[in-house]
Nanobody, 127 residues
Framework: QVQLVESGGELVQPGGSLRLSCAASGFTLEYYPIGWFRQAPGTGREGFLCISNSGSTSYIDSVKGRFTISRDNAKNTVYLQMNSLKPDDSAIYFC?????????????????????WGQGTQVTVSS
């Protein structure tokens, strides 16, 4: 059964860093796109960074230069490195993937494109 489990969220001061993990089971992660999304109270779920099965990435401007996605195939895990964190980054963070068939090309940052979601992990950026 396909499962995604996020971990690593916690309270961090502005300017600090966190690394989130997205651990996959039930499928081989390297052959699937993985998207990262976040949702703050009263807002919709925002896609901000993703990695395709080919390793190509897409991101939104607000995280450019601060967030990096990587993949450890041996651990079947995707990581999200977040640096220079801001209070506006506070949200529940989710990883997600798609069911086959897998589209060729870059990954998407639209929530409706994804089929499987983790439970989320809370990130709070505050002094």
């Amino acid at each position: 059964q396909v499962q995604l489990v996020e971990s690593g969220g916690e309270l961090v001061q502005p300017g600090g860093s966190l690394r989130l993990s997205c651990a996959a089971s039930g499928f081989t992660l390297e052959y699937y796109p993985i998207g990262w999304f976040r949702q703050a109270p009263g807002t919709g779920r925002e896609g901000f960074l993703c990695i395709s099965n080919s390793g190509s990435t897409s991101y939104i401007d607000s995280v450019k230069g601060r967030f990096t996605i990587s993949r450890d195939n041996a651990k079947n895990t995707v990581y999200l490195q977040m640096n220079s964190l801001k209070p506006d980054d506070s949200a529940i963070y989710f990883c997600a993937t798609v069911r086959p068939p897998i589209r060729a090309g870059q990954c998407q940052l639209t929530a409706s494109e994804y089929d499987y979601w983790g439970q989320g992990t809370q990130v709070t950026v505050s002094s």
